[in-house]
């Protein structure tokens, strides 16, 4: 039988067969064509980075759990880390409320202050870098601890300030 003449028994398997790979190779390219912008925002890091002192038994996190918690908070450590192409260790995922925020441990307060330094007023640049927010950046620091939590819950921002004071950066 000819290819060009219509016969719906081998018409349809042709079309079906069709359609499950043009999807196929669709979604493949949305997998594929993810941008790179997007891809640094939260980043399992593996290893552990000799720069800084990252354990969550740390009395650094177990201080801003406990502060978090008198403010308010449902805060959780997590064992989720987060690497930043501006900063140069490592972080920590806090849970506040069910909302992630990213805790970077620095191996002094002056190392933290010198990371604190290269953060622009609005929290748009640090340093060379122009991130893409997905939402309002918002930095704190307190020691050796730079907190950075991207989004606008004002709870969650209220429980920040009163935890480590007013945000050093962002809007």
């Known amino acids: 039988m000819s290819i060009f003449v219509r016969n719906d028994q081998q018409v349809r398997p042709f079309t079906m067969q069709f359609k499950v790979i043009s999807l196929s190779l669709f979604s493949a390219s949305l997998v594929l064509g993810q941008?790179?912008?997007?891809?640094h925002r939260i980043s399992p890091v593996k290893g552990h980075s000799s720069k800084a002192s990252n354990a969550l038994s740390g009395t650094e996190y177990?201080?801003?759990?406990?502060r978090l918690r008198s403010a308010g908070a449902n805060a959780?450590?997590?064992?989720k880390r987060v690497r930043q192409p501006f900063f140069s260790i490592p972080g920590r995922i806090v849970s506040i409320n069910d909302e992630s925020v990213q805790v970077f441990k620095f191996t002094s307060a002056?190392?933290?202050?010198?990371?604190?330094?290269?953060v622009a007023p609005d929290g748009m640049?640090?340093?060379?870098?122009?991130?893409?927010?997905?939402a309002?950046?918002?930095?704190?620091?307190?020691?050796?601890?730079i907190v950075l939590y991207v989004g606008v819950n004002e709870s969650i921002l209220?429980?920040?300030s009163a935890s480590l004071g007013g945000q050093f950066a962002g809007n």
């Open 35 to 39: 941008s790179t912008l997007h891809r």
């Open 62 to 66: 177990l201080d801003l759990a406990n």
């Open 76 to 79: 959780k450590l997590t064992t």
């Open 110 to 118: 002056s190392a933290a202050e010198g990371a604190a330094k290269r």
């Open 125 to 134: 640049t640090i340093g060379t870098s122009k991130p893409s927010w997905m």
């Open 136 to 145: 309002t950046p918002h930095f704190f620091k307190r020691g050796k601890l």
């Open 158 to 160: 209220r429980m920040l």
